[in-house]
Nanobody, 122 residues
Framework: VQLVESGGGSVQAGGSLRLSCNASQWSDKEHCLGWFRQAPGKEREGVAA???????VYADWARGRFTISRESAANTLYLQMNSLTPEDTAMYYCAARWAYEDRWNFAGIYDYWGQGTQVTVS
């Protein structure tokens, strides 16, 4: 499985961005796809995740501003980010594993990672 993110960039505070993550060699069996971010000097933190049944979970700070979704036919995961602030500046990563766990926001349980896409909010 290979994950490739895109859609990052620079945006002014209050703006929006939509990140994409294309998953190659994926399958329909139970899985969990997540978005994480990591700012310089900080730990990688979970943003949101989506289960194979379509259920979604969010970090408390992301709920209401960020929306995770997927297009199964295209094996693509999305993260719509609205009302961005400078505190959202980070490298954003998509991640995948073959089953959902309640510890969805723990980076260590994911088996596959993309290379990341930089988001800068000024």
């Amino acid at each position: 499985v290979q994950l490739v993110e895109s859609g990052g960039g620079s945006v002014q505070a209050g703006g929006s961005l939509r990140l994409s993550c294309n998953a190659s060699q994926w399958s329909d069996k139970e899985h969990c796809l997540g978005w994480f971010r990591q700012a310089p000097g900080k730990e990688r933190e979970g943003v949101a995740a989506i289960r194979s049944d379509g259920g979604t979970v969010y970090a408390d700070w992301a709920r209401g501003r960020f929306t995770i979704s997927r297009e199964s036919a295209a094996n693509t995961l999305y993260l719509q980010m609205n009302s961005l602030t400078p505190e959202d500046t980070a490298m954003y990563y998509c991640a995948a594993r073959w089953a959902y766990e309640d510890r969805w926001n723990f980076a260590g349980i994911y088996d596959y990672w993309g290379q990341g896409t930089q988001v800068t909010v000024s």
